[in-house]
């Protein structure tokens, strides 16, 4: 009896170590990845690639406390609690939000599409836009045979300024209702830029985004060039736009670095950043949001939806910016008192 005693309390030593340590891995492992996201810490391939699933980390840490606490673990329960709440401070608030208002403001409706090497079908892109009444249209991966065919299909009538640029590939494309003032394209990847004078309101400059897709170990480079070249908010004299496939999502430092720069993400303030917007087609890798419009602080958004537009494996993004008011007669901005 006593033998067989003392081989059920060992057994049953073993498990508990068992447990203690699968409990400390899930806590250590949570821990260090809620380390990385908030540090702002990854470099290279593949902690960029990684770090884009936070929002799904959050919720598999859920599950992971669950099962901890269940074990009772309780000093590595409050360890992965604390991983639990710093995630969930980095991914939750871009899910918290709302439509804004600005009295008097001038509404610019904008549409952003990744044309997925320009095979998303034609017809679409041109009703789509038609039916939410954009002003501004920013196309990437664009190449000059899919532009005369949009602007065919109707693009040209309705959005008689235009400005492109193109590498050996693909390019990129603005549309627009009012005229556009051309400047220097990015150096890099021909990322598009123009003033667009907006009838009754203030001038802003536009830039269609389209950095290198991090997907490779040699993308890492060209990734972190293109995220260089980006200009800082309120270093053109006039409100910057920023709108296009960014290739990241918020949790990913790079595109963080520009955004506190002075900018803010359309889905982030609507409430709906956790809106995937690639891959559309399949399930797997799981989708995640890095197509984006980013606006100056100063600007508001009223309107923000992710759009399906058959052919690409993006999603397009359409959203409503408000523009400041322009200076009334007496000098001051409508709706100032």
Known sequence: MEEGGGQGAARERSRRRWVSAICWTLAGFFMLWAILRIGGLERGYPLVQMVAYTPYVLMLSLLALLVVVLCRRWLAAGF??????????????????????????????????NLAKSKAETRAVVEEAARREVDLIFLQELTRKKARELNRAGLGSSYPHQVMSFSEKYGNGIWSRW?????????????????????DSIPIEVVSAHPTAPIHRSDM????????VFPPAFSAGIP????????????????????????????EVIGDGLAPTWPSTIQFPPPVTIDHVLAEKGIAFSQYDVVKIPGSDHKAIFTEILLPPVAGENGSAAGET
Request: aromatic letters at 6%; zero cysteines.
């Open 240 to 267: 910057i736009v920023l709108a296009g496939d960014f290739n990241a999502t918020l949790d990913h430092a790079n595109l963080r670095n520009v955004i506190d720069t002075g900018y803010r993400d359309a889905a």
């Open 221 to 228: 480079g060209l990734w972190e060039r293109d995220y260089g």
């Open 179 to 199: 005229p556009l003032i051309r400047r220097e394209s990015l150096p890099v990847k021909e990322q598009p830029r123009a003033d667009v004078r907006v009838p």
């Open 80 to 113: 992965l609690a604390i991983a639990v709440i710093a995630l969930a401070l980095a991914v939750l608030p871009r899910a918290i939000g709302g439509p804004e208002s600005m009295p008097g403001a001038r509404p610019v409706r904008i549409l952003t599409f």
